[in-house]
């Protein structure tokens, strides 16, 4: 058995398929997590113009991409392109936006009712996951 007598410079290019282009963002909704061990949170990505983050009244500004995690303004390039390859439905979104209210109400400390806490599944403040 002999080896082909090719170099690998010789060998031609090679097409890669399947990826995702993150270098342009899309408009639509994502899941994500904002730190390691946290819970995923519902993104939601747009090109518009911004809003008064006090009044939530559209401002007279150009236009730009903008994000929220969980309902909440998020500052862009904190959530793209990680997020990218784990897009959702319009329902999946509003399902991720409600349990995190639920939680607000019902398991304040929680990690499902505050961004960026550590989800530890044998904490008593956790609700149970079914």
Request: net charge negative; charged share 25%; proline share 8%.
């Amino acid at each position: 058995m002999s080896r082909p007598d090719i170099t690998y410079n010789q060998r031609g290019t090679v097409a890669a398929t399947g990826g995702i282009d993150v270098s342009t963002p899309v408009a639509g909704y994502y899941r994500c997590r904002v730190g390691a061990g946290t819970v995923k949170g519902a993104v939601r990505i747009w090109f518009g113009p911004p809003h008064d983050p006090v009044t939530g009244e559209e401002l007279d500004r150009s236009h730009r991409w903008q994000a929220t995690f969980d309902g909440e303004p998020v500052d862009f390039d904190r959530v793209w392109p990680t997020c990218a390859a784990d897009v959702l439905t319009e329902q999946e979104y509003q399902f991720l936006i409600n349990r995190r209210e639920w939680a607000r109400k019902h398991a304040p400390e929680s990690a499902h009712a505050k961004v960026g806490r550590k989800y530890d599944p044998l904490s008593t403040d956790e609700p149970l996951p079914f």
